[in-house]
Each structure stands twice: as C-alpha cells, then as structure tokens.
C-alpha cells in the first residue's frame, strides 16, 4: 500500500516531476535515438524525393510505376530479396503486387494556354497543375471562344455555352458535368484556389485536380493561377473572348503497382508494424517526400540488422502504393493477416521547409477526446475537421508515444514538433477502420499544398531526417520489444494523463468562471480519465515480459483515480 501511495503522490505533483518522468524515459529511447540519427542518410532520402518528384504521378503512369521501380532498385541495393527468390532464412524481402487497373490511367505531356492576341497565360512546364486530370488531348493548337458564366453556384447556363469553352470560378469537376455533359461546351476553364494557398500572393500556383473520365466527349478542363485569371477576365470585358489552346495527354490502360518490402520478425514475425506512404500526386512534400523517407527507413533498417545492431521480434512492413487504396487491401485482403497487424504509420507530406511552406510538423492523433472538445492545445489545421462524439473514440498508448518521441527530438533538435485531433485523409483511415491503431505524420499549413509550386526547393534534408529518425525508433522500439518496452510506454501515458488532466482541469474552472455549465465540464474530465484508464490497459498488447507489469499497470490506474478525486474536489471548490 505505501508503494501505491508514493506511486499516486508522485503523479499528483505532475508538472514537477515530469523531468523526472523524462529522464527515465529518455534512458530507454535515447539509445534508439543515437543509433538511427547517426545512421540515417538524408541525402539518400533526398535523392529519392527529387527522383519521384520529377514525374506527375497518377496510380498507373509510367511516373508512378518508375517511383515504385526505383524504391524497389534502392531496397535491393540495401539487401532486401525478392521474395519469390527468398529463403526461409531471409529476413529482408519484397514484392511488387500488380493488379489490372479498373479505368484508365493518365499523364500530361505538354500545353499551352493563349489569348488570341498571342499573349501567354499558362504554359505546362511551369505550371504542370494546369490541365486537369483525365483530360484529353487537343488537335494540335486550337482556337476557342470562352464565354464566362459566373462565380459558385450563380451559373449563367443556356444553349449559348455549346460548342464553347466554359469558364467558371468554382471546381472544375463539378462543372465539367455540368457544362460538357449537360450543356454541350466544348471544354472547361475553372479558377478555385482556398485562401490558405494565399493566391494573391503565390499569384502563379495552380492546384491539381480533375474531371470525370469522359471517353465519349473526350473533352478537358484547364486550371487557372490567380494572375491567369485575372488576365483572361480582364481579356473578356474588354472584348477578346478567344484563346489558343494546345494539350497533350496520355490516357490508357494500364496496372496498379503495390510494393511492399518487410523485415521479418525473430520470434513473432506475423505481428506488425506497418508503414505506409502514397505515390501519386505530382507534389515533392505531397507526397515524394512520403515515399523518400520511408526508402531510407527501410534502407536504415536494412543496414542496422546487417550490422548486428538491431534483432526486431515482430515484423516491420514499408507499402508503397496507391493512398488508401493499397493501405486498405493490405488490411482487408489477408483477414489472417490483419488480426496481427498491431500499428499502423503513415508518412504524408513529411519532408517540408517550413520556413518557406509555413505551419509545422503535426502528428495526427487516432481520436482521442481533444477531437470532442476543440479547445486549449487542440486546434484542427485549414485541412479541416469534423467534431467526433464518444463513440468514435480510439484509446491507445500510439498517439502519447508518438508524440513523445517525436517531441524528445524536437528539443534535440530545436525542430517545432505539434499535433493536431483526427481529421482523416490520409493512410492512418485503413488502420483505424480496421481497428488497427494508427496516426498520421504530416506538415500543414502549406501554402503550396496540392500546388504546382510544391517543388524540390520547398524539402528540407533535415525534416526528412528528423521525421525518417522518429518513425524508425518507433517502429524499432515495439518490434524489438525489450523487457522494459511496457513499463516505459506505461510510463509515458501516465505522464501525458497527468500533463493533459492538469491543463483540463484549468480550462474547465476558466469556462465555469465565464458562466459555463459545471456538469459540462465534469463530462470532460471524466471523459478524459476514462480515455486514459482504457489507453493504459492497452499496454497489454505488447505481451509485458515480467511478472511485474500487471502490479505497475494496477498501480497506474489507482493513481490516476486519486488524482481523478484531487481535480474534481479542485472543480468543485470554484
């Protein structure tokens, strides 16, 4: 019973103990962290980003199947075999999956887009988001008229548009079918940029995105920068309402590529780690700098068991792929295997200069109840997010891991580290819908997201570095599995519970003081403690070694009561 008392003191006083709490926890990741740091090679992470994105990569186009084959060339190179040609004794092993693709893939080769009068609005070798996907080709250069027809949903539609280039402020897909299939245009010219890409001031930056493949019309939709729109407007009030136009695309058959590479496990080889980062889309950070990062994490990994210095018991899996398509096979595909799969990471948008870009690192959290109630340190990004409720809740150890591994880095590396409530989007949605927990690592806000000016000279080497030394610790840390694994990541939840209940409890007594309703705020702490009780009992799933785990976990829990007791007597004296 004095242990127990001592144990509940110390996570009472939180805040003044939590050096200490680091201290311990450093002792276990710190060695992880000087061997991955001074390993990892972020010139090689950067060579694969600049590969990768040379190309537009849509799922199925030589740019996205050149991506897959030069990771698998760099993953061979490292030591990892063919898995077809693999011995039982291998623990390095690969696989490119090819599956027929269901509709027809696409890449743009060239375009041009003038007014009559010969003056340039947008060319594609420097704005290669202008023609959107699924676009076909023109018949060499051609001439059109353009009739504007508005702005949202305050369309001008009649007859008058057949036969015509129809140019709109609003998403180009949506008035594709609108224009070209209902109304007969010729084409679609669409401007619809969102303020965080600040327009005005990246007046060239144009955002991929698409029209509905259209085999029948064979038609296309041109994206427009600030300044070309301004321009062609411009251009039609004074009278010039006809433009030069000349596309070149590809579109075609073709077949899905899914590489998947592994370090096998020592003792427990069918439980997982799983790494997944996206090929396609044409942006370096979004997402070559995914795809860079993990190369030289598997590359890292590789080299690490070469040389004795790491034994992983589960298995460590890198995907490479289509963004939640192949993530989500990999889980549904192989029932047998998914009951195994115990983690799940993706690395999207990873490699920024945040400098140029701005916001910062984020790690996405799996839902916790800071995606409940959107206050104190929780703030969703741009990108947006939607209120969740207690039942979507997903307790688990992964996010405070996470976090605090990558915030340990962020103070050696004086690099700004933050985390942002579930938003969804990315490669953390397969595991998390397969109930498999999983996060996200990711950058926002970007003003270049999804921009054609998301280019090469907006990656850091040192970002691709830091995130790549993270991920691999983590991965390394709950595959190798030492016998003090469970009493650190015990220890690191408890004193992330105490940290967030302390910063809980002042905002509820804030929000009484401002007239809040007082059963409201016992909801939120409550909601929290609980959250924090279900996530410690998650611990179990590493399988502890040692007897004396359960007692620790017993313990944990006791104190996490008392304290519970503390803060609600705190609450109620306000």
Excluded: C
Excluded at 281 to 310: F, M, Y
Excluded at 354 to 360: E, I, P
Excluded at 370 to 392: D, S
């Amino acid at each position: 019973m004095i242990k127990r008392i001592v144990f509940a003191l110390t996570l009472l006083v939180g805040i003044a103990n939590f050096s200490t709490f680091a201290y311990q926890i450093d002792r276990f990741t710190d060695p992880y962290y000087e061997m991955i740091d001074a390993d990892f090679n972020k010139e090689e992470a950067f060579k694969t980003v600049a590969f990768v994105e040379q190309y537009w990569r849509s799922v199925g186009n030589d740019g996205f199947n050149q991506s897959i084959y030069h990771v698998a060339e760099k993953l061979k190179a490292s030591g990892f075999v063919l898995e077809s040609e693999a011995s039982e004794s291998d623990r390095l092993v690969y696989r490119i999956e090819k599956r027929p693709l269901r509709y027809t893939t696409w890449e743009p080769v060239s375009g041009s887009l003038s007014l009559s009068s010969g003056k340039e609005l947008l060319n594609f070798t420097s704005n290669r988001n202008m023609i959107a996907m699924n676009s076909y080709s023109t018949d060499g250069e051609q001439e059109f008229e353009v009739v504007y027809i508005g702005k949202g949903r305050s369309l001008k539609l009649d007859e008058s548009i057949k036969g015509k280039i129809a140019f709109a402020e609003r998403p180009v897909g949506s008035l594709y079918r609108t224009v070209v299939e209902k109304y007969g245009a010729v084409g679609v010219i669409a401007y619809n940029l969102p303020t965080y890409t600040k327009p005005e001031e990246n007046v060239n930056s144009i955002q991929f995105s698409a029209i509905p493949r259209d085999s029948v019309n064979k038609s296309f939709g041109l994206l427009l920068s600030y300044q070309a729109k301004e321009k062609l407007k411009e251009a039609l009030e004074q009278g010039d309402n006809k433009v030069k136009l000349k596309l070149e695309t590809k579109v075609y058959m073709s077949e899905e590529l899914t590489l998947v590479a592994e370090l096998r496990g020592s003792k427990l080889p069918k439980e997982r780690f799983v790494f997944s980062a996206h090929v396609q889309e044409p942006g370096a950070n979004d997402n070559a700098s995914g795809v860079g990062v993990l190369a030289e994490v598997a590359s890292t990994s590789a080299r690490l068991l070469q040389q004795g210095k790491i034994d992983p018991e589960r298995t460590i899996t890198y995907l490479f792929g289509d963004e939640i398509t192949s993530t989500r096979r990999f889980i549904k595909e192989n029932l047998e295997r998914a009951k195994d799969i115990k983690w799940g990471m993706s690395l999207d948008m990873v490699g920024e200069d945040t400098d140029k870009t701005g916001g910062s690192f984020l790690i996405e959290k799996m839902p916790d109840p800071g995606a409940i109630w959107i206050r104190g340190v929780e703030k969703h990004t741009e990108w947006g997010g939607r209120p969740l409720t207690k039942t979507h809740l997903k307790p688990h150890y992964f996010n405070d891991l996470t976090i605090g591994v990558f915030k340990s880095i962020g103070e050696k590396k004086n690099w700004k580290v933050n985390f942002n409530p579930f938003e969804g989007g990315s490669d953390h949605v397969p595991f998390l819908d397969g109930d498999i927990p999983g996060v996200l690592l990711w950058h926002f806000t970007d003003q270049f997201y999804h921009t054609d000016q998301d280019r090469l000279d907006k990656v850091s080497k040192e970002t691709l570095h830091n995130v790549g030394t993270g991920a691999l610790m983590i991965a390394l840390m709950l595959t190798e599995n030492k016998p003090l694994l469970a009493n650190m990541v015990l220890l690191e939840a408890s004193t992330r519970a105490t940290l967030r209940l302390q910063a809980e409890l002042r905002l509820s007594n804030d929000a009484i003081a401002d007239g809040g309703e007082r059963e409201k705020e016992v909801d939120i702490l409550n909601t929290w403690a609980e959250y924090y009780r279900n996530v410690f009992d998650t611990v179990m799933d590493i399988e502890p070694k040692g007897d004396a785990f359960e007692k620790n976990l017993e313990d944990t829990k006791y104190a996490l009561d008392g304290f519970m007791g503390l803060l609600m007597r705190q609450l109620n004296s306000n």
